[in-house]
């Protein structure tokens, strides 16, 4: 069981080029989510998907966009790189019932350096 | 919106010192609060949680309470170890899907 698992872990990008940040998860969770963790601000939520088939709008969702493959990827997508989006993403997801409370899981982060 | 007010790191403390990251949050409705911790160069890991007003969760000797008097979730441990240095983000469920997290507390423990 892997948890939350990101592709890559480091890349250097220029400006202007494009990638794409894989995430998977092997826990059944219906939401996954993906965020950019920037030094005194936090974590900020860029999109996130409910569920296969849904994907909706989080804070800084700009110059981003997101493709649920399916129930276990969910994959982020920069089409014009700029050194703003030089950042740490996260994914995670979070599974539904009674019992989990929003808990969302993390995925070990892809170090994301645009030049 | 939702928000999370964190105490400014970095907080540098001796081994076996008492250990308090204030928390404090403003919500409409009932939010679930957290602590999450990330240590260096990993993803964060929940620490642990409280879902209702007095609520207490704990894990690995760390504590914090729900106190919606305050609105405050202020983390705790009595004796700090070298191996709890880590960021600690305090969070807050808005609505059904998603977490508000706070700026994050970095925490260096010194032998």
């Known amino acids: 069981n892997a948890g939350v698992t990101q592709t890559p872990k480091f890349q250097v990008l220029k400006t202007g080029q494009s990638m794409t940040l894989q995430c998977a998860q092997d826990m059944n969770h219906n939401s996954m989510y993906w965020y950019r963790q920037d030094p005194g601000m936090g974590l900020r939520l860029i999109y996130y998907?409910?569920?296969?088939?849904?994907?909706d709008k989080g804070e800084v969702p700009n110059g981003y966009n997101v493709s649920r493959l399916n129930k276990r990827e969910f994959s982020l997508r920069l089409e014009s790189a700029a050194p703003s989006q030089t950042s740490v993403y996260f994914c995670?997801?979070?599974?539904?019932?009674?019992?989990?409370?929003?808990?969302?899981?993390f995925g070990p982060g892809t170090r994301l350096t645009v030049l | 919106g939702d928000s999370v007010t964190q105490m400014e790191g970095p907080v540098t403390l001796s081994e076996e010192a008492f250990l308090t990251i204030n928390c404090t949050y403003t919500?409409?409705?009932?939010?679930?609060l957290f602590w999450y911790v990330q240590y260096p160069g990993e993803g964060l890991q929940l620490l642990l949680k409280?879902?209702?007003?007095?609520d207490k969760g704990s894990n690995k000797g760390f504590e914090a309470t729900y106190r919606k008097e305050t609105t405050s979730f202020h983390l705790e441990k009595g004796s700090v170890q070298v191996s709890d240095s880590a960021v600690y983000f305090c969070a807050l469920s808005e609505g059904a899907q998603k977490l508000v997290f706070g700026q994050g507390t970095r925490l260096t423990i010194n032998p």
């Open positions: 998907s409910a569920s296969e088939g849904t994907t």
């Open positions: 919500a409409t409705g009932y939010p679930s």
């Open positions: 409280a879902t209702k007003a007095d």
């Open positions: 995670a997801s979070r599974g539904q019932g009674m019992y989990s409370y929003n808990e969302q899981f």
